[in-house]
C-alpha cells in the first residue's frame, strides 16, 4: 500500500511533467512559425527598400527632366515675347508706309489733279 501512494504521488507528477512537454513542443511550433514570419517580413522589408531605392532614383531623374524643361520652356518665353515685340514693330512699319504712300498719293493728287491718273 505504502508503494500504491507513492506510485500515486509520482503519477501527478508524471502527469505535470507531461503537460509542461506538450506545452513545450507546442512553444517550439509557435516560435519556429514567429521566425518563418519574421524572415518573411525582413524580406519584403528588403525587397520594400530596393524598390524604394529604384524609386528615388526614377524620381531624381525625373526632377532633372523636369527643371531643364522648365529652363527651355523660360527660354521660349522669351522668344515668343520677342517675337511679339518683332511683330509690333512689322506691323508699325506697315502703317507708316501705309500712311507715306497715302500722303504721297494725296501730295500727287494736289499738285496735279486727277487728271494724271
Known amino acids: 500500500m505504502f508503494v500504491n501512494k507513492i506510485n500515486n504521488r509520482f503519477h501527478l507528477f508524471k502527469w505535470a511533467d507531461g503537460s509542461a512537454l506538450e506545452e513545450i513542443e507546442d ?21 520594400f527598400n530596393s524598390e524604394l531605392e529604384i524609386l528615388i532614383m ?11 524643361l522648365e529652363k527651355e520652356l523660360r527660354g521660349f518665353e522669351k522668344e515668343l515675347q520677342d517675337s511679339k515685340m ?3 514693330g512689322i506691323k508699325n512699319m506697315i502703317v507708316c508706309a501705309a500712311m507715306a504712300i497715302r500722303s504721297y498719293f494725296g501730295v500727287f493728287m494736289m499738285y496735279f489733279g486727277d487728271d494724271h491718273l
Open 27 to 47: 512553444m517550439k511550433m509557435k516560435f519556429f512559425n514567429l521566425e518563418r514570419a519574421s524572415r518573411s517580413l525582413v524580406k519584403d522589408n528588403k525587397n
Open 58 to 68: 526614377d524620381t531624381c531623374a525625373c526632377e532633372s527632366v523636369v527643371t531643364g
Open 86 to 88: 518683332e511683330v509690333k
